[in-house]
């Protein structure tokens, strides 16, 4: 069938390609041709030969078939071009729709292959979708875990920071706060959500604030660490020394973030440093104390040998009265060294100017002086170079003192010669310009040395040629310090093998006269038995001669013991008593005979120390203390007040002669000094004891940290505040009449005060020590009154 179709379109394509005509002779030949050849055939066949007739015959039928057989061709093939034409047209436009279909085929493929991709992706993108779900998952998950982990580790970091007694905090590069613990909140008083964004300048005062911001700059401007110490103050004004340290800190990049500080509380420290130069000054006052008490017997002695040497002696006693009454007085001169050592050290020196008779004075440096002279053969002379004034106001102790000082210098080193005191004086508007000029012939000062002499423990070396005494260095040094505080000075000049010249000048006021102390009673004297327990011999040879001149017999016991078995109440009108004996305390005596009597005499106590506050020995049962040696002044005011205005009736009930006991061992007059009687007296009796009751629980309750406060400003060594806790308690004190301690708060809240800084320790430390005694006193009279 496919080859007739080949033959069929070779054939149409023969006769498009030849033309009708050619093509109808080329097919008349060809049927020509054919008959003749099937002619030929066939008679073959039948015949067994061919004629020329049947050659004729056939090519007659071929050359009559053709034409048919061109036209039914023609028409054939007319028709097949035909059809051939439309089925071209069909396939081709079969083909354009088989294209179309192709490629529509090919598109939906692509179509397909692209949403294949599509789906794949849209597979892969979900299982990614479902992996980034679990990995998320797993990360919040973790993140929750790390934000708790975080969130413990922060809490308990912050605890830890919480807990820490030191301060810590952050600060920003712009100075602001971003955070801190427990600590610092409690010293600016502000939680932490409060101070963050607040820079020091918002927290602290001016001061405090500048020195923080001049130490952040500091570290952020050398990038490096900082330590360093500053006082802080809390909310309730106490203060406490923090040792301060800053580092700046940054961030992973490198990049500085800020600062961060810490601060540790040395306050405590700090009053050990002080307790520790407090006890270094303690134990200078034990020396002190000891060549106090040293100097009471050597007292006596300088008395009693100048006593001697105004009787008559032949030469040699005289001589050997004079090197007893001279070395008393250098060994005076070594303990005044000792003392005044242990006040300059603790910057105490103090002067106390009274009235002198100062031509009596300087004969009496003439007479010492002379003595010191003599006794190494050296000549003295005095030239008082004009006229000097009768009276003038210094301290004569302290002058005497200096004088002493350089006196024994000169007679210390000069071998041969002599020394020469001349006296001067200038009169200006009531104001005396004095100058004493100390000269001797002796192995003189090198000019390296005028310079250094004055320095505290400084001594002239020692030449080859030369023999210097052994001293302690302080004496010139001290003897300066006393002059400039009496608006003068001490100068030196010298020449090595000639002498030496020290010259004083001091600017004082004159005075119209000397107040003498008063030698004899101004009012009659009783004759009273008085019984003193007193264990030195000397002291009791002072006291004993000083009390029988007044009249008065005086029965003597060495020890406690002793006095315990020969007191007798009925047989004395005063008892004085001695602190310090060898078995036993002054005030153990006293204790057990108030326990042993319901009657007795009064009982003053007798102390070599200095007396600044009499309440501790009122306390401890005494009526009143002296201080040793006794004079006139002070026994006769003891016996006035205890004994000749409180005489004794025999027919009065004993009890009636006990005092109150709130008030057993305080006389009117220690009362009065302690407290403001005419301000509470007026007070009482107007709105009754309670509300000073009332006041007095306040001020017991408030004292404790007033004082705190007070002690924290004292360590800092801050004025302002220690004025400022003064002014309180001053206030506290005045309000419920304790005058005493209202005093001294006077005092401690007044720094333009002379030698303030120099006594505000003595004064805080009476305030702390007194306050409660005067309370306790206070409640006493409240009950007196209550009573009355």
Not at 335 to 345: E, L, P, V, Y
Not at 498 to 504: L, M, P, Y
Not at 550 to 556: A, C, D, F
Not at 653 to 673: H, K, R, Y
Request: proline content about 3%.
């Amino acid at each position: 069938m496919k080859q007739i179709k080949v033959l069929a379109q070779f054939y149409v394509d023969l006769l498009v390609k030849l033309g009708i005509v050619r093509f109808s002779l080329l097919l008349a030949l060809a049927l020509v041709a054919l008959a003749v050849v099937v002619q030929v055939g066939v008679t073959l066949v039948l015949q067994g030969e061919v004629h020329d007739i049947d050659i004729v015959r056939s090519v007659f039928f071929g050359l009559l078939i053709t034409p048919w057989a061109v036209y039914f061709l023609s028409v054939v093939v007319d028709q097949l071009e035909d059809s051939r034409q439309r089925l071209s047209k069909l396939v081709t436009k079969l083909e354009e729709m088989r294209s179309r279909d192709m490629q529509l085929n090919k598109q939906l493929q692509d179509n397909i292959s692209q949403l294949n991709l599509e789906i794949e992706e849209r597979e892969k993108a979900e299982e990614a979708r479902q992996v980034a779900m679990q990995d998320l998952e797993n990360e919040v998950y973790q993140r929750e875990n790390a934000q708790l982990e975080l969130a413990e580790q922060s809490a308990l970091l912050k605890s830890f920071l919480d807990a820490s007694p030191d301060l810590i905090y952050y600060r920003n590069e712009k100075g602001q706060f971003s955070g801190c613990n427990r600590a610092m909140e409690e010293l600016t008083d502000r939680t932490e959500k409060q101070l963050v964004g607040l820079t020091p300048w918002d927290v602290y005062s001016e001061e405090v604030a500048r020195k923080i911001v001049e130490t952040d700059q500091q570290v952020f401007n050398q990038s490096v660490s900082l330590t360093y110490e500053q006082w802080l103050e809390y909310p309730d004004g106490r203060k406490a020394i923090f040792e301060l340290r800053k580092v700046p800190f940054y961030s992973r990049d490198g990049r500085r973030l800020g600062l961060m500080g810490f601060g540790r509380d040395i306050t405590e420290r700090k009053q050990y440093q002080d307790a520790q130069e407090k006890a270094s000054r303690d134990k200078t006052a034990f020396i002190s104390t000891i060549s106090h008490e040293l100097r009471t017997p050597l007292n006596g002695i300088v008395g009693l040998s100048r006593m001697l040497l105004e009787t008559r002696l032949n030469k040699e006693q005289r001589g050997y009265m004079r090197t007893i009454h001279v070395s008393a007085i250098t060994l005076g001169n070594i303990f005044n060294d000792i003392i005044d050592m242990d006040k300059s050290d603790r910057r105490r020196l103090e002067l106390l100017p009274k009235p002198l008779d100062f031509k009596e004075f300087v004969s009496e440096m003439e007479n010492i002086s002379g003595l010191m002279a003599e006794q190494k053969g050296l000549r003295f002379d005095l030239e008082r170079l004009t006229d000097l004034p009768r009276c003038i106001e210094v301290d004569s102790t302290r002058l005497r003192q200096v004088l002493w000082n350089l006196v024994s210098n000169a007679t210390k080193f000069t071998k041969e010669g002599g020394v020469v005191l001349s006296v001067s004086s200038e009169i200006h508007d009531q104001q005396a310009e004095i100058t004493f000029e100390v000269e001797d012939s002796g192995i003189g000062i090198p000019e390296s040395e005028l310079d250094k002499i004055f320095a505290m423990y400084y001594q002239v070396k020692e030449g080859s040629d030369n023999l210097h005494a052994v001293g302690t260095g302080i004496g010139l040094a001290v003897s300066r310090q006393l002059v400039q505080m009496m608006g003068g000075d001490i100068t030196v000049s010298s020449e090595v093998g000639e002498g030496s010249t020290f010259t004083v000048t001091i600017c004082v006021p004159l005075v119209e006269k000397v107040e003498e102390e008063e030698v004899m009673p101004a009012t009659p004297q009783v004759s009273l038995n008085i019984f003193m327990v007193e264990d030195i011999e000397l002291n009791i040879t002072v006291a004993k001669a000083l009390l029988e001149s007044l009249g008065h017999e005086v029965t003597i016991a060495m020890r406690g013991d002793e006095a315990l078995e020969k007191f007798d109440p009925e047989a004395y009108d005063l008892v004085l008593l001695d602190i310090q004996l060898p078995d036993m305390s002054g005030f153990d005596i006293a204790r057990t005979l108030r326990e042993k009597y319901d009657y007795l005499p009064a009982l003053v106590a007798l102390t070599a120390n200095v007396i600044k506050d009499k309440a501790e020995y009122l306390e401890k049962g005494m009526d009143d203390a002296l201080s040793k040696p006794l004079s006139v002044k002070a026994i006769t005011d003891v016996i006035q007040r205890l004994v000749l205005t409180c005489p004794l009736d025999e027919d009065e009930d004993m009890d009636d002669q006990l005092p109150e006991p709130e008030n057993t061992a305080l006389s009117e007059d220690m009362v009065n000094q302690l407290l403001d009687l005419e301000m509470l007296s007026s007070y009482v009796e107007i709105v009754g004891t309670k509300p000073v009751y009332d006041s007095i629980a306040m001020f017991e309750a408030k004292m404790p940290e007033y004082i705190e406060i007070l002690d924290s400003n004292m360590t800092a060594k801050d004025k302002d505040g220690i004025k400022f806790e003064a002014h309180k308690i001053k206030g506290a004190a005045g309000s419920i009449g304790l005058k005493h301690i209202q005093q001294v708060a006077q005092k401690a809240q007044s720094p333009e005060l002379p030698a303030w800084w120099e006594n505000i320790n003595d004064w805080v430390d009476e305030i702390k020590d007194g306050y409660q005694n005067d309370l306790n006193v206070l409640k006493g009279w409240l009950a007196s009154q209550e009573k009355s």
